[in-house]
Structures are given as structure tokens and as C-alpha cells.
């Protein structure tokens, strides 16, 4: 089953739905940061929604980040995704495994809960948009939750899971996001209420087959669907990039990194992918900058 974003609305136009199934986002994370389950679950569940927050993005350009340290063993987390789908992400310890009694992954734990979870969206005006929440519980959905109705003042259903097997692979991976909209009925609310008791975990619910629209049509029967959205894991880093970024450094540091005779080496935070630039790309780079 391909990795999508499905917006609906139900009752009504009262509620508003996201539904996205990201098994292949989150596997991809996984692999790029050889993630132990409890990481691979923690930031797999963060790049879920952020890519469910950015599918309402008008231009590919724009972008959502979120960042949460509970200064738990897992460390920061960071995902970012585009208005085109694109999302990537890093968390700061790949290497946790933290379980409860009861077998489940102990994503609070990892994450922890003496922090905060920073949304910030750019929508390519003078000055991004940023809200922050004291972190609840670490196991994203209700932080993210607790986000919408402080920062947005937004009531919202945040359900997301990530299913990882004992192998260590994600097997299923999905979120839903059911908000309702300003001035919705008492029957629209008792309706949102129920469907956050009976609602299964929406990781079970892709492992057991279910798309986005399946889930959704689920739980709001009445749903019209809106929109389809692709979402992919994909960083987007390039050797320009970095040296645009190099370029930005002042030209005496740039000298000194020249004198020094050892270039530079950068590696990029999301994929891993180093890139390498000899003394004769730093001249070109300082070169330009006092052409210009």
C-alpha cells in the first residue's frame, strides 16, 4: 500500500479529517539512521504528523518543522516537511530500546516529558509562524494534541503509530487527525468524543490492510473526501546547497579554512551524506564573494 495524505471533511462540513498511511516514510527513516524500535517508533510518529500538518500547504515551497526534546534519552527530534510531500527528519539517539511491561514500545520514555514541542510554520512571509506547548506525555499524539488546542486553539483527535516487528523493520505506520471547526455542533463534538474512545490504533488498523480513505470512512461514514496527497521521505540535500551555505560564512573565516589546506567536510544532519570541498572550491566560494 503506497504512503498517501487523505483530507475529508464529516458531519457536515463540521469536521475536518486527515488520514495518511506513511509505513514507507517511516521504514526509510528507520534505514537511514539504522533506528532501534523505540527510536525508530518515536520519530517515525513525529514525521507522521508533521506531514499530515504540512498536506494543507498552498505552495511546495512552504514548510512545517517540528522539534521536540523532553530531555529524554531519545534526544531532539526533528521533523520537517514540505508543502510537495517531501519530508525528512533526524533523531537525536537512534539507538533506543525502551519497552513496557506489557510489550509496547515506551515512546515517552524515550522521549520524555521535561521539554517542549516547537512547531514552526513557514509560509514564506516576512516571519515564520512558531508555537510552543510543554511537552505532556512523549508519546507525540497527545502532544501534538495538546499542541493544536493551546497554540491554534483547535480542538483535535491526534491518533499515530508505528508499528515496528521484532526484526526491526516498520510494518505499518499511519496517523489521523480529526479537528473541529470553528462553531460545531453539540452533535458534531459527542460525535468527535466517540470516535477518540472506539477508534483501534491507526498502526493497526494499516497492518490489518486499511488506506487512509478505509480509516476514515471508518469512523465518519458521511465523509467527503477533498484532497489526496502524496508524501514521501526525501532530503533534498545538495552539493550547492552547502556551498551557498559555505558562503555565507565571513571571508576571513573562509581565508582561514583555505591557509588551513584541509577544505572542509560537511555532513548533512538528515541523510548522512557528506560533502567535501577541497582548498580550490573555498577560493571559488571566497573568489565570488568579493566579486559580488
Not at 532501534?36 to 514548510?63: H, I
Not at 510494518?171 to 477508534?199: C, D, K, Y
Not at 552547502?242 to 560537511?266: K, P, V, Y
Request: glycine share 10%; net charge negative; hydrophobic share 40%.
Amino acid at each position: 500500500m503506497k504512503d498517501e495524505i487523505v483530507i475529508a471533511e464529516a458531519c457536515g462540513g463540521e469536521i475536518r479529517i486527515h488520514a495518511a498511511v506513511t509505513t514507507e516514510l517511516a521504514e526509510q527513516a528507520r534505514l537511514h539512521y539504522q533506528c532501534m524500535p523505540t527510536s525508530a517508533a518515536a520519530l517515525g510518529r513525529t514525521l507522521t504528523v508533521t506531514a499530515v500538518m504540512a498536506s494543507d500547504l498552498k505552495n511546495d515551497e512552504e514548510k512545517i518543522v517540528s522539534v521536540i526534546n523532553g530531555h529524554g534519552p531519545a534526544g531532539t527530534i526533528l521533523a520537517q516537511a514540505m508543502g510537495n510531500g517531501d519530508v525528512r527528519g533526524f533523531i537525536g539517539d537512534p539507538n533506543i530500546y525502551l519497552a513496557r511491561e506489557d510489550g509496547h514500545l515506551d515512546v515517552g520514555a524515550a522521549v520524555g516529558t521535561d521539554g517542549t514541542l516547537t512547531v514552526t510554520k513557514d509560509l514564506g512571509l516576512k516571519e515564520p509562524f512558531s508555537g510552543v506547548v510543554r511537552l505532556q506525555t512523549g508519546e507525540i499524539g497527545q502532544d501534538f494534541a495538546y499542541y493544536y488546542t493551546i497554540s491554534e486553539q483547535t480542538p483535535s483527535l491526534v491518533g499515530v503509530g508505528v508499528l515496528v516487528e521484532p526484526d526491526g523493520h516498520v510494518s505499518a505506520a499511519g496517523g489521523l487527525i480529526a479537528q473541529l471547526l470553528p462553531g460545531a455542533s453539540e452533535e458534531a463534538v459527542e460525535f468527535a468524543e466517540n470516535v477518540s474512545r472506539t477508534m483501534k490504533p491507526v498502526s493497526q488498523l494499516v497492518k490489518e490492510g486499511n488506506s487512509a480513505e478505509d480509516i476514515i470512512r471508518m469512523y465518519f461514514p458521511d465523509a467527503v473526501i477533498l484532497e489526496k496527497r502524496d508524501v514521501r521521505w526525501h532530503c533534498g540535500c545538495s552539493r550547492e546547497r552547502f556551498m551557498r551555505s559555505l558562503a555565507l560564512l565571513n571571508n576571513d573565516d573562509l581565508q582561514e579554512m583555505i591557509d588551513d589546506g584541509r577544505g572542509a567536510e560537511i555532513r548533512c544532519q538528515y541523510c548522512g551524506h557528506y560533502y567535501n570541498f577541497d582548498t580550490e572550491d573555498l577560493k571559488l566560494i571566497l573568489g565570488s564573494k568579493l566579486r559580488a
